[in-house]
């Protein structure tokens, strides 16, 4: 009976105050979280990230778009970003974050993404008696990239990174002639 009265005077005094709590206000319990990821270099990541909150699951960051998530506990938390292609990588990747309640706190990863391929420049300029007028064969690692004139350049693209297993290329041609290969 007594708890009775007591939820009746409750609403009673509410009533009262206009029946919205009377001008009460209660402070925030929940923060929220912003996260954001800057891209750049070559061949940025296209299908954006993840971004997975402690042991919650991942959600989807598109590129150039910001996450929000509202409701958060007070406290430290974890903040990963997956779904990172395999040229690229991230800086202060997890981070920790400390939300505190009715704040908005951010977290920013910085990811950097570096070309898949590459390519090489092939200069030729041939001197001496008779050179040879069909040209010589690019040969790259076994492979035949094309021909090149005595005095000419070719350009060979889409090439894989890394060591090449000819230390020096292979021209073929009937004239005598030296090779060099210079960086530009």
């Not at 007594?2 to 029946?19: D, E, Q």
């Not at 209660?26 to 750049?40: E, W």
């Not at 060979?156 to 290329?169: D, E, F, M, N, Y």
Request: proline content about 5%; glycine content about 14%; aromatic content about 4%.
């Amino acid at each position: 009976m007594s708890r009775c009265l007591l939820l009746g005077a409750i609403a009673l005094t509410l009533a009262a105050c206009g029946g919205e709590g009377g001008g009460l206000t209660f402070p925030p319990t929940t923060g929220t979280l912003q996260v954001t990821a800057t891209t750049s270099g070559d061949e940025m990541d296209p299908d954006g990230f993840s971004v997975k909150l402690d042991a919650q699951d991942p959600e989807n960051l598109a590129p150039g778009a910001m996450l929000e998530r509202a409701g958060l506990s007070p406290g430290d938390h974890t903040v990963f970003l997956g779904g990172v292609a395999a040229n690229c990588s991230v800086a202060d990747n997890p981070q920790t974050v400390t939300i505190k309640a009715g704040e908005t706190a951010t977290v920013q990863f910085a990811v950097t993404c570096t070309a898949t391929s590459g390519s090489i420049v092939v200069t030729t300029t041939t001197t001496g008696d008779s050179p040879d007028p069909d040209g010589y064969s690019v040969i790259l690692d076994g492979s035949d990239q094309g021909a090149i004139t005595t005095t000419g350049q070719v350009t060979l693209t889409g090439l894989s990174w890394g060591a090449t297993s000819s230390a020096s290329p292979d021209w073929r041609g009937t004239a005598r002639s030296r090779a060099t290969i210079s960086e530009r």
